[in-house]
């Protein structure tokens, strides 16, 4: 099964993705990373990694739909077969959506449904909640509103910073994302032999 990574940060769950393939965790190859943000430092780590990688600036489009358009091409001119978003910081549109049904994950740190959207974990330290966390899902047309496949809990503690509880959000994310991919890969397996 072919990946194709779309990032707009730091790509730390890229790398984590990229780990449990060489640790043979998770079946599978990376055959492309996109990302948006330029300067993004997971085009770094994705060069280390001799993996090819695009950059698509979505101030260069015109859309929403404009930028997904571009998004399909590349991911299939690249052979992908399921597209996992780690840390992409854009809204898709049914433009992709339809173009990979069923066959986008997205990470996102926070217990869905709670602090949907941009800025979870602020929106999290705001709220005052005590538990909070990460969550894998299926992409759907409404955001972070898919179907739940994993998630993990943190504990908010007294003296919190953004980063520092985003730092321990991340270690969780970095175990569950792979693990809730070789989950859906199995998933996606069986379906096939039964459709
Ligand atoms: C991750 O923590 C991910 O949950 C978050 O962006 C970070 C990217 O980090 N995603 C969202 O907020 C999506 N709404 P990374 O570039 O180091 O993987």
Redesign the pocket.
Known sequence: MRFGIL?S??????EAIAQAIDGQGLKGEIGIVIYNEPGAY?QHRAAVRRIPVVHLNHRDFGSREALDHQLMKVLNAHGVDLVLM??W?RVVTPVLIDGFPERIL????SLLPSFRG?H?IQQALDYGVKITG?TVHVVVPDVDAGRILAQAAVPILPDDTPHSL?LR??SQ?HRIYPEAIADYQQHLSQSHVLS
């Open positions: 990032a940060g730091s790509g730390s769950n890229m997971v780690a840390g910081m997205n990470i996102h740190p941009m979870a990460c985003r959000i991340q994310e």
